[in-house]
């Protein structure tokens, strides 16, 4: 039996953070003013841990003063949002415009950042007259785009989305004056003409809605395969991971580039913002920081993973508003330049050890009640009624829990129908899931989990009453009697058998 820790400890202050409060206090005790220590920015927090952290800009926004400086100093690597963009550099064929791209490398190289080039190939912001080549020339047309680009930013570039978009949702080849001239064939040429003008670059396909496991993930696994089996030089996959609260988390992303990055590939979070509808409140921004801190995680944990790009670190330069009505609040800084709590999130996860914890507080104060919903242990339903309760001082952001029911499937089908019945959070809420355990122990082979795609909860607060129902997809009958997590209780009352999880770390519960 694995007892696991009821409660996350409350960290000590580092020796830095000691110093620099007996620092405060011999100024304020001088009568001068309590100095701010500087703090690490979130590059050198990335750096620290053998990744980058970047954001997007734009030409129109490189006027504004304040933008610029916290640009310059807070992040170690750029993108260009447009600039680098066909319409941009060769709006009529064979005649190349890199002045835009170029004031992006130039500040870059000013202030010691990388540049990751975007794109050479895309659907989109195309200018027309690539559409209207005779299919026998798109090839041609395409690569001298690629050769004139790659080798202009020789260099000045240190990795390039080479392929962008190449995918619909469904996991099929999107459609593209490429893509309908040369099939997918076009994909391997583009690397293999990028390769040939910048033989240093790191070399890209970056789509979006790839960041979890799913069908579109599932093709860009398959396609990148293919071409590294076929010998074409690709260095690695951008997940661009426009996320948005409403649409909950994408599902297993740590997993997702794992498998990435098991194929030999770096994997790069090339484009984060997490969007909302408007106006923000605490819960949306405290599910925002919740997803910001989960990307880094998720890259932290992966070796590949190279670095971060946030798409534009400030709402008042961010696509989102024109693109979506009604939503924005997506970026790291609000739009009077001044850091979110998404912001402390990042730190933290990143490993600052000077936020003071003002992030989220203790995420540990959480228990699970329970009862069985269920009168017929012997028939082929599981119905747990579960209540999830903050016993801390400080909200919990939903997003980040999930709760474990361990129990046996016993005989018949190995699949699992999950429904969730009421909730005073609403089911929509509620995500639920049955999971098998990696080795089996007494009374759990499988677990159903139950998690939250938004949402917080306040100090002293309970979910209210979670009715779940799980059954086999063969509606064989279960042996509920000896399930680790049953109880015949049908009052609630503290589950210590069923566990509670915050950003994966067991908060409460005892493992079977
Ligand atoms: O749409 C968000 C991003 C999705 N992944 C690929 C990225 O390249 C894309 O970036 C955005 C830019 O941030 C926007 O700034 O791409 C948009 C176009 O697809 C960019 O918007 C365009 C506007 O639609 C144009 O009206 C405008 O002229 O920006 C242009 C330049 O400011």
Known sequence: MNLVKLCRQSRAPGLPALLAGALALATTLAGGPAAAAPQDTLHELAAAQGRYFGSATDNPELSDAAYTARLGSEFGQLTPGNSM????????????????????????????QTVRGHTLVWHSQLPGWVGSLPPAQVETAMTDHITAEATHYRGAVTAWDVVNEPFNEDGTFRTSPFYTALGSDYIA??????????PDARLYLNDYNIEGLGAKSDAMYALVRDLLDEGVPLDGVGMQA????????????????????????????????????LP???????????????VTEACLAVERCVGITVWDYTDKYSWVPSTFPGEGAANLYDDGLLPKPAYT???????????????????????????????????????PGLQLVNTGTTPVSLPDVTVR????????????????????LGCATVTHRVAALGSPAAGADHYLEVGFGSGSLAPGASTGEIQLRLSKTDWSDFDESDDYSHTTGTSYADAPKIGVYVGGEPVWGIEP
């Open 85 to 112: 963009k066909w319409d941009t550099t060769e709006p009529a064929r064979g005649r190349f415009d890199f002045a835009k791209g170029d004031v992006i490398t130039d500040f870059a190289r000013q202030h010691g």
């Open 189 to 198: 040429s583009a690397l293999r003409a990028a390769h040939a003008a910048d």
């Open 242 to 277: 426009h996320l948005a609260v409403q649409y909950g988390f994408p599902y297993e992303m740590r997993a997702n580039m794992q498998r990435f990055a098991d194929l030999g590939l770096d994997v790069a979070v090339t484009e984060l913002d997490v969007r909302m509808q």
């Open 345 to 383: 999130a990042v730190r933290t996860a990143l490993g600052d050890e000077d936020d003071g914890g003002e992030n989220g507080g203790d995420p540990g104060a959480l228990k699970v009640r329970y009862r069985s919903g269920d009168s017929s242990p012997g028939d082929n339903q599981i119905k």
């Open 280 to 294: 923000a409140d605490a819960a949306k921004l405290a599910t925002q920081s919740s997803y910001y801190r989960q």
């Open 405 to 424: 029911y361990w129990f046996t499937g016993d005989n018949g089908a190995s699949t699992y129908g999950t429904w969730c019945d009421w909730s005073p």
